[in-house]
């Protein structure tokens, strides 16, 4: 079996991760993987003992040289299948592209934005399969007319070993300049409107009231970096609040934090959320999208609806209030990860889609 995976995405973040999971897997079940990514990307340094790579230039939904120089590549490497992974322009291009061709095209969705019903008719007739990472995301496509028999769920999967193994708290806490007796608040995500950085700000004042040793980490970039560190700067929350970029070391990082906050209005699944819970880091969440398959509300963290510093304020409160309740929440995200969003199982339900159109099952 031979794959085509085209990924856009510039960072190595959530999406692109599981694109290198995947292919990793898939190696080592005997899969011919190439990848079409972004020239210069970490995924396509990091992708390169697995499959074999081809950088292109990849400049967005309406790059439509993109049509043209995915089929070249379809042309020169034959693929059975052709994988689409991001829209960065990839999931209608890659689609022109493997459609003239006659090839078979899978299209993983992992954002559960509102689309409207003529673009889900017209783009996802150019997909064969279409996986969503989680029920969330299957809701809304079923919501907006995508017929059933085209849709499948495949979970994101994280790699939990690497981030259940035992750190020296006391050492990465000095890296990020915490004290043993400074409760700390993670907040991983990208600095984009939708992930709510803004909603923790606003419920802010109460919880300092309440801890005033409290840190609070922003880890990620992205545009609203300056916004918020103006916002930060305005409200004098210079000295609780920190934006600490983008970090690759997050499993080293993760278990110096007392908890992680998730305050998204939009969300896939959130595959930060699914690393906190692998370290064993209880989460504070909004219930949208498909973040309740991540955090269950009494397993591995606590709920709150959107956009409600309040509702948020108080269930932080109360978790760093109760360091035997962060521990049993820890002790779920644990159990949570292993049983439900494992790398094999990730990556035996991507086959499966393969496998199933491979035989020619509609």
Not at 26 to 41: F, P, T
Not at 298 to 324: E, K
Request: proline fraction near 5%.
């Amino acid at each position: 079996m031979k794959i085509l995976h085209v990924e856009g995405g510039a960072e190595l973040y959530g999406g692109a991760k599981q694109v290198l999971y995947l292919i990793e897997g898939l190696a080592a079940r005997g899969v011919e993987s190439h990848l079409a990514c972004r020239q210069g990307s970490d995924l396509a340094r990091r992708a390169a003992p697995f499959a074999q790579v081809h950088s292109m230039n990849m400049r967005g939904d309406l790059d439509f040289g993109l049509v043209r120089r995915l089929g070249r590549l379809m042309d020169e490497c034959r693929p059975d299948m052709v994988h689409l992974h991001s829209r960065i322009g990839a999931d209608v291009m890659g689609g022109l592209a493997a459609r003239r061709r006659g090839l078979p095209v899978v299209h993983t969705r992992r954002v559960d934005n509102p689309e409207p019903a003529w673009l889900v008719a017209a783009k996802y007739r150019l997909h064969d399969r279409v996986i969503a990472i989680s029920e969330g995301i299957a809701r809304v496509l079923r919501s907006e007319g995508l017929p059933a028999d085209k849709l499948r769920v495949v979970r994101s999967a994280v790699a939990s070993e690497r981030y259940a193994a035992s750190r020296d708290q006391n050492r990465c806490r000095r890296e990020l300049g915490l004290t043993d007796d400074t409760p700390a608040i993670g907040v991983i995500a990208q600095l984009i409107e939708r992930k709510g950085h803004r909603v923790l700000l606003d419920a802010l004042p109460g919880l300092l009231a309440a801890h005033p040793r409290l840190k609070v980490l922003f880890f990620g970039k992205g545009p609203l970096a300056g916004a918020l560190q103006e916002q930060i700067d305005t409200r004098g929350l210079s000295a609780q609040v920190r934006l600490m970029g983008f970090r690759e070391d997050l499993a080293g990082l993760l278990p110096c934090l007392d908890l992680v906050v998730h305050p998204a209005l939009m969300e896939g699944l959130g595959v930060s959320l699914l690393q906190a819970a692998a370290a064993g880091v209880p989460i504070v969440a909004s219930a949208v999208g498909g973040i309740p398959e991540a955090v269950q509300d009494g397993v591995n963290g606590r709920l709150v609806p959107p956009s409600d510093p309040p509702r948020l304020a108080a269930a932080a409160d109360q978790l760093l209030c109760d360091s035997a309740l962060r521990g049993r929440l820890g002790a779920g995200g644990r159990r949570l990860v292993r049983e439900t969003f494992s790398v094999e199982a990730m990556v035996s339900g991507n086959m499966a889609v393969y496998q199933e159109l491979l035989r020619g099952e509609s």
